[in-house]
């Protein structure tokens, strides 16, 4: 069985930068981040496959960066350039390799505010 404990998030001042981890404990495969804003549907943000192949949103391409440790079995949000449309709770997801399930993080609430 696959757990994520996500770390980072906080409140930010708009143009700011953050970063979030989350590691994982079990056979991973692709990890990625999502996030859900009030009132909206959770949404992929970016995702990194388990030979590092990247995927992002639209909304945060050039702005956001994934990577990830495989020794560490982690995964990373680099957010930069921070805008008030960033907020929301994002949640750090990851596939069983074993298994194909999907697992999701606790999820870390970021807020871009003045």
Known sequence: QVRLVESGGGLVQPGGSLGL????????GAMGWYRQ???KQR??????????????AVSVKGRFTI???NAKKTVYLQMNSLKP?????Y???AQDITTYQIYWGQGT????SS
């Open 37 to 39: 804003a009030p009132g």
């Open 67 to 69: 990577s990830r440790d």
């Open 91 to 93: 949640y750090c997801n």
């Open 85 to 89: 449309e960033d907020t929301a709770v």
């Open 109 to 112: 609430q970021v807020t871009v």
């Open 43 to 56: 949404e992929v943000v970016a995702r990194i496959s388990s030979g590092g192949s990247t995927y992002y």
């Open 21 to 28: 981890s989350c590691a994982a404990s079990g056979s991973i």
